[in-house]
């Protein structure tokens, strides 16, 4: 017959964790000889240390890179977009003056009927001044580069009633338009 525990191990549910001072070896015939040295030995164990030591010998897992990876990334993600509606806030407020000609200003027929008449004038005055407007990162940056190059700058605003439409002013700064998306 194979030995079995007795005492706490051989009664203590799998999640319990056994107190190996209190383990007895037994066999038919009796306990065996090294049963207390055995007893007394796994008692002195510090069991800390010695997963310790052998979580240092571990590899590291590569996921737990990739983690920190993915976190650095969206702190510094965060902090673009910060500093991104910093630069929109400063610009919306301390600009009163235009940063570049509007050239001809005309309207489409849709932005005609489904805008007012003062939609449209605060949307070009914001447009002039380098507020961009409801359009995104990429996009600001965009206007940005392109006001800096001479290159064609597109806003985006909502009308009073909801409406979404966009101002346009062409790369040589000769006309601009008031028009919705769906007439692009």
């Not at 993600?77 to 009163?96: D, G, H, L, N, Y």
């Not at 309207?107 to 005055?125: C, F, M, N, Q, V």
Request: hydrophobic share 30%; glycine share 6%.
């Amino acid at each position: 017959m194979a030995p079995r525990a007795l005492g706490p191990a051989a009664s203590a549910p799998a999640s319990r964790s056994c107190s190996y001072s209190r383990l007895a070896v037994v066999t038919q015939t009796g306990p065996l000889p090294f049963s207390d040295l055995l007893s007394a030995t796994l008692s002195e164990v510090d069991w800390h240390e010695i997963a310790g030591a052998f979580l240092e010998d571990v590899e590291p897992n590569p996921n737990d890179d990739d983690d920190q990876a993915e976190e650095d990334e969206n702190s510094e993600e965060e902090q673009r977009r910060e500093a991104f509606e910093q630069e929109k806030r400063e610009r919306t407020r301390s600009r009163k003056e235009p940063l570049f000609e509007l050239g001809q200003v005309v309207s489409t027929p849709g932005a005609l009927e489904a805008l007012t008449r003062e939609d449209i004038g605060k949307a070009l005055a914001r447009h002039h001044r380098g507020d961009w407007g409801e359009v995104d990162r990429h996009d600001w940056q965009e206007n940005e580069t392109s006001l800096r190059e001479g290159f064609r700058l597109l806003s985006a605003y909502q009308g009073t009633n909801g409406t979404k439409f966009w101002v346009i002013t062409e790369a040589d700064r000769t006309a601009t338009t008031v028009l919705l998306p769906s007439e692009y």
